[in-house]
Nanobody, 113 residues
Framework: VQLVESGGGLVQPGGSLRLSCATSGFTFSIYDMSWYRQAPGKERELVARISSNGGGTDYADSVKGRFAISRDNAKNTVALQMNSLKPEDTAVYYC???????WGQGTQVTVSS
């Protein structure tokens, strides 16, 4: 099983980033997928989740209206579009298949002027 996150970087407050997670080694299309984040000194938290067929999504209150999760079951990828970024969004972002123990290496997002 592999999960490879990409797309992070340094962005100014109010800016946007699009994260992507490429997966392999499991049947991607049958799993709900999630994005988590972990800020320095804090616990890892769930940011967004999408159902296996993409028909249902759920978001942490802190990102509702700003972030959008999507998936492509043909390409085994899941994305997170992040808009109106705030300094408190600074964290390492990870994708995960629900109910599995596997994590990628994460991608760093830093929101700073």
């Amino acid at each position: 099983v592999q999960l490879v996150e990409s797309g992070g970087g340094l962005v100014q407050p109010g800016g946007s980033l699009r994260l992507s997670c490429a997966t392999s080694g499991f049947t991607f299309s049958i799993y709900d997928m999630s994005w988590y984040r972990q800020a320095p000194g804090k616990e890892r938290e769930l940011v967004a989740r999408i159902s296996s067929n993409g028909g249902g999504t759920d978001y942490a209150d802190s990102v509702k209206g700003r972030f959008a999760i999507s998936r492509d079951n043909a390409k085994n990828t899941v994305a997170l579009q992040m808009n109106s970024l705030k300094p408190e969004d600074t964290a390492v972002y990870y994708c995960k298949a629900r109910g599995t123990p596997f994590w990628g290496q994460g991608t760093q997002v830093t929101v700073s002027s």
